[in-house]
């Protein structure tokens, strides 16, 4: 099971996809162009039902087989979405957009799935049918949720979801993934401190919201080290402290903003816990008072175990065995694949990017040299898991 021949023949034309997506981006729910281009090449590709607007601004493809007794249908998903960085790579199709970029690689996943979708429509050989899922604001929008909440899984009668994100630093043509928790749930808060301010030279006139702010930051770092199990995983970073306008002026208010990273539900709700009681009894110890806002924002992601060892298999057979890691090291990175995960079994995979800049940086760039191989790992997944009866 190598890499499919056709895409050999077709990966300058999908390279050609990714880069005109990469020079247009889009963010969060805003990918109207992106979507366009996207619904335009399904239909060119004759697929049996295009739908647009599934969770605002998604589109939803339906490819069936030559066979579709098995009543069978497979969700394979993409996401669209550009991050709000400026660009730096230097490329002759960088963004045209300043303040826009595809730094995250979803140019690649959509033109991937673009490839995918043209090769299942024009050979079709499977037993059942195919929903190819073009995602918008993965980036912190939550558009996986969105689609999930407009009814997406019942209305095409998905029964299994997979997807697919490239990696930097792994090689080409390598894989990982693990059962299990395989990226952490991407939680966010805001601490907002209020206190008594006054001249900077009376500190003792005035409860100092600077000073408490400081102490609920130090003492926030005691929930990984002396909270949470040390065999568990968690991260409490705050992220920006803003207060004052002043050298000689204390401010009466304070406010912090910040991130929990777990992979597991007792840790993240042992850590909601901790933080507000840190939050509140620092404050009122220094004679304060302070207003904890925490938000649940991507679950973990969870791969369920049948369709990740099933997720290998085909890894393996395109890649080789010693190419596909099978237990991947869980990253504490977010993604909203995990709404679809939890709204139907599969899994989630890591395509090796080879040796380039990380997501979310400026310099970053899809590799092209991996298209055919994930389009391949596409194509198979769904010839594998819904074999033509002959």
């Known amino acids: 099971m190598p890499i499919i021949n056709r895409f050999a023949e077709l990966h300058d034309e999908i390279t050609g996809w990714r880069r005109e997506i990469h020079s247009n981006p889009e963010l969060l729910f805003d990918v109207e162009e992106t979507a366009s281009f996207v619904t335009e090449k ?43 960085i400026h660009e730096e790579t230097g490329v002759e199709y960088a963004s045209k957009v300043d303040g826009k970029m595809h730094a995250c690689g979803h140019d690649g996943h959509t033109a991937m799935l673009l490839g995918a979708a043209k090769y299942l429509s024009e050979t079709r050989n499977f037993d059942g049918s195919v929903a190819v899922i073009f995602q918008p604001a993965e980036e912190g929008g939550g558009g996986g949720r969105e689609m999930v909440d407009d009814g997406m899984m019942d209305r095409f009668d998905i029964q299994e979801v997979y997807g697919l994100h490239n990696w930097p630093g792994v090689p080409v043509g390598s894989f990982g993934t693990r059962p299990g928790a395989l990226m ?47 065999i568990e995983s968690v991260v409490v970073s705050v992220t920006t402290c803003n207060a004052g306008t002043a050298f000689n002026v204390i401010p009466d208010t304070a406010s912090l903003n910040g991130t929990v990273r ?18 509140e009894y620092t404050a009122k110890a220094h004679g304060a008072t302070a207003v904890l806002d925490y938000k649940r924002n991507y679950p973990v992601v969870m791969n369920h175990e049948k369709e990740t060892a099933f997720a290998v298999d085909i890894a393996s057979g395109i890649s080789g065995e010693d190419k596909v890691d099978t237990d991947a090291n869980p990253t504490m990175g ?57």
């Not at 004759?46 to 249908?73: A, F, H």
């Not at 777990?262 to 939050?279: F, G, N």
């Not at 995979?349 to 590799?367: E, R, S, W």
């Open 42 to 84: 399904l239909k060119e590709f004759g697929l049996d039902e295009v739908v647009t607007g599934i969770g605002r601004t998604g589109v939803v493809g339906i490819i069936k087989g030559n066979q579709t007794g098995s009543g069978k249908v497979i969700g394979l998903r993409a996401d669209m979405d550009a991050l709000p």
């Open 184 to 230: 952490a749930a991407t939680d966010i808060f805001t601490i907002d401190i209020q206190a008594s301010g006054g001249h900077a030279a009376k500190p003792h006139e005035t409860i100092d919201p600077i000073v408490i702010a400081s102490h609920i930051i130090l003492a926030l770092q005691s929930i990984a080290s002396r909270n949470v199990d040390p």
């Open 262 to 279: 777990t992979l597991s539900e007792s840790v993240r709700d042992l850590t909601e816990k901790r933080i507000q009681e840190v939050v």
């Open 334 to 390: 977010g993604e909203d694949f995990a709404f679809m995960l939890n709204a139907r079994p599969g899994s989630f995979i890591f395509l090796g990017n080879g040796d380039t800049a990380p997501v979310h940086h400026p310099k970053y760039n899809f590799n092209d040299e991996i298209i055919p191989i994930g389009c391949s790992y596409w194509a198979k997944l769904v010839e594998t898991a819904m074999p033509i009866n002959r």
